[in-house]
């Protein structure tokens, strides 16, 4: 890099330094400044420039100066048309080339620029002095001598010491470096000598006699002929022999032995030799071609003529428009040979095969734009005419042909019809706006893509100019890619709605057929792009795919989903365990729904009489559980399901809990006083579920026979009648007696009765009073204690344990967030009752009303209800029913 630097710096410095020994400058440095050459041979004249500011617009070569105007360019002699050859690139090397020198070309070659600043022109002075000499042998001395000496002359010293070459009777003899030939000869009448330089040795002197005219020799007429293919040539030569000749023929040097033309197989019928002895004897060779280009020699027997001696060299070319870019905006056509053509001819122009009239030169100027065909010939050979040149005719194909499908190999082609050739072909392909290019006449795509769909078109260009080709559409086809479902709408999908899948691909052609499938199903009909749900149901939901297909192949899709979501279907309610529910078991209610999405939220509902619905439990899951389940839960039940979307409702459902008998209890018909005699009905009755089914009647303990109905008739009851009555009521689940009741006909009291009954009226005073008193205490305290009592009994199937609601407390309709259940009988015992426990006094009765004793068939009794806390503690009225929590005791008095 800091050497790169470096050398950018000192470059940079040198140019500086040039510059400024640069400035007011002008010079023409010649490479040589003197030059001797060979008359038919080639030179070149160069030199390179300088000047201080400016460009070049002109330079050129030249050998005359008039006064008062501009000398005559060199270019424009027609002395020098077909001989001269310029290169100059207007900054370093001027070369001139002359070729098939004549010594009339001896002249100082000067060589003028101008540029484009005001006075810059100049003339490098003194210019080059070219001299053309021929060969030429001189014999001395010339008179009278029996040895004589050779040298070949020329009139000027030629150039690069040359090597010179000797010829005696056109045979080669010796070479030297020196012009004079080494030894003397010995002066005959018979030989001659020719000398050439080597490298020329077409350009040999005449062959001159050692002594007189008659030796052997033959002088061609032209050394070099240069001719049109097809065209005909005349090679002539005259020769002499010492003798008289035999044998004269023409043959190709290049031939290994010398062989007559007129036999050689590749000119039969072509050649034809006229003239004779000191002729000129011509060789005439018809209908050229370019093979025919050689050198042809002549001999001859009898006086031996060598074979080395250098002939005519013929060269057949044809004509060939050259094109090259001129000023701004020509074309300079230049009509051109492989040789220089003999006898200066003259050209003749055609554009669209017409004759243009107003040249001859070789050159001819066109402008860039020019789309016309051109051609020229040669005068006089008007039928030997070169190629046309024209720009190029472009169209543009494709390979293989007709549907190009992707993957496969295409080959676009731009064909041109062009001379010359077309040496560059670029293609365009329109790509939305802008446009892609790439080179080579033809576009290969190995695997050609989608993405190359698109118009093409090529241009070729020549040196006449450009052709752009008609734009091809190349449509690649290929089969579905990236098939994918859409679903519409996209969100929830709602049972019933209208929803809408669409099956999207990239194809080409488009596709042409879809094929509906559901995942663990069997294919769907329906064929077209979408697949339409007018009413979605919940049974659609599921994994749904499709197929695209075209003619170049098919593609599936990756399966969306699509779930449908709905309300709660059949709702229903279940009880577990199955069959019948016993008091006091554990019961849970489960609400069962298909829904989507799932339940989020259940409500249970219990009808309760006439208010509809009226009790509300609310759970968060399906379940609705009691765990000590009480027959005031009996009722019907139906819950709600809520998933969000809609509610759906179970049907009703009958919680029928199931217990043995309770509170039973005997009354008796009639109320009034019982008359010894009369009839008297004692009824049993008894809560139970399922119903009682049977009852016991007890008299004093005793079952009576009979005693199995609800009723039991005294028809005349006796004094022997009198006692404890108690039923016992059964259904399937057990059985419970009731509290003993005591008849006793009146008037059949003993006294320790009666003093029972002055005690009995003191302590039902006092239990009043204590009633009274609890009654205000219990209402003050009734909810707390009510709570603490059930709290234990019903519980939520999701929560812990919840409080337990009364049925009392709750008004109809109350709601509750947990799970609940009501016990209706739950008060009975506890809050009559409980506040009796710490009081161990027997309380038992006969009520006596004292009524007057005319009022004495009246019957009076009253039942009292109390607690028995122990049967130790019982006092003897409350044994008869040591069962059950109270007895029943009835006094009747009679006056
Ligand atoms: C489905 O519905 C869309 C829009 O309503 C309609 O354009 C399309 O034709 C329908 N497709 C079929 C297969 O019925
Ligand atoms: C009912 O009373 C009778 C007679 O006293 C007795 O035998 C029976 O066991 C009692 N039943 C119940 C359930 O207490
Ligand atoms: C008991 O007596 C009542 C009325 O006297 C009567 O209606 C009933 O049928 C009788 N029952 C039985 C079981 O005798
Ligand atoms: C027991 O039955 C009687 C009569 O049917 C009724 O008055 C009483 O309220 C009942 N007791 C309970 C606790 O149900
Ligand atoms: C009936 O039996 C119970 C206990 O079995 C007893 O307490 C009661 O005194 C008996 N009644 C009669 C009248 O015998």
Known sequence: MALRTAGSVLVVFLWSVAVVLGQNVWSVTYTTQSICVLEGSTVELSCSIRYPSGTVTSTYWFTKWGTGVEPEDLGQNPEYAGR?????????????????????????????????????????????????????VKVTPQQFSVYKTLTCSTTCTLTDNPTYIWYKNGQHLDESTSPQYKDPVSSNYEDSYSCAVKGHEDLHSPAVCVQGQSCSRVTYTKRRICVLKGSTVDISCAYVGYYSTTSTFWFRSDKSTPEDLTRDPGYTGRVKYTGTYRGPFTLRITDLREEDSAEYRFTFKTKKWGHSFPGTTLSVTGLQVKVTPAAEGQ?????????????????????????????????????????????????????????????????????????????????????????????????????????????????????????????????????????????????????PKSTSVSVSPSGGIVEDSSVTLTCSSDANPPVDKYTWYKKNGAS??????????????????GEYYCEAENKYGRLI???????????????????????????????????SSDANPPVDKYTWYKKNGVYY?????MTTGPHLVFNHIKSSVTGEYYCEAWNGIKTGRSEYININVRYKPKNTSVSVSPSGEIVEGSSVTLTCSSDANPPVDKYIWYFQNKTFLNGFGQMYNISKFKSKDNGHYHCEAWNGRGSRNSTALMIILPGKQTSVLNAAAGIIVVVLVLILCLSGFMWFRKKASISTSDTRDISENVQGDSSPVYENVSSMAMAPTATKTAATVIQDDVHYASVHFS????????????????????????????????????????PTAAQAAEEDSSVLYSTVNKP
């Open 524 to 541: 769907l009909t329906g064929s077209e792009k979408t697949y339409n749900f007018t009413t979605i149901s919940s049974e659609d939901s």
């Open 331 to 479: 074309k300079t056509l230049t009509c051109i040979t492989t040789c220089t053509l003999t006898d200066n001819p003259t050209y003749i122009w055609y554009r669209n095969g017409q004759n243009v009239q107003d040249t001859s030169s070789p050159m001819y100027s066109i402008s860039s734009e020019d789309a016309d065909s051109y051609y020229c010939a040669v005068k006089g050979h008007d039928g030997l005419s070169s190629p046309a040149v024209y720009k190029p005719k472009t169209s543009v194909s494709v390979s293989p042909s007709g549907e190009i499908v992707e993957g496969s190999s295409v080959t676009l082609t731009c064909s041109s019809d062009a001379n010359p050739p077309v040496d560059k072909y670029t293609w365009y392909k329109k790509n939305g706006g802008g446009y892609q290019s790439m080179t080579g006449p033809q576009h290969v795509f190995n695997q050609i893509q989608s993405s190359d769909t698109g118009e093409y078109y090529c241009e070729a260009q020549n040196e006449m100019g450009t052709d752009r080709s008609r734009t091809m559409n190349m449509d690649v086809k290929y089969g």
């Open 835 to 874: 506040r009796f426990k710490n009081q161990e006094v027997p309380l038992y009765s006969t009520v006596q009303l004292h009524q007057p004793q005319k009022q004495d068939e009246d019957v009076q009794y009253d039942a009292v209800k109390f607690n028995l806390p122990s049967a130790a503690n019982r």
């Open 613 to 617: 619905p009226s009790t509300t439990y």
């Open 557 to 591: 899709s990756s399966s969306v989903s699509v779930d449908v979501q709905y309300g709660p279907k059949s709702t229903s309610v279940s009880v577990s365990p199955s069959g019948e529910i016993v008091e006091d078991s554990s019961v849970t209610l489960t609400c």
């Open 84 to 136: 001269l050859e310029y290169h100059g690139d207007k900054k370093n090397g001027h070369n001139l080339r002359i070729t098939d020198l004549r010594e009339s070309d001896s002249a100082t070659y000067k060589f003028r620029f101008i540029t484009d600043q005001t006075g810059g022109k100049y003339t490098g002075d003194p210019g080059v002095t070219l001299s053309v000499t021929a060969l030429q």
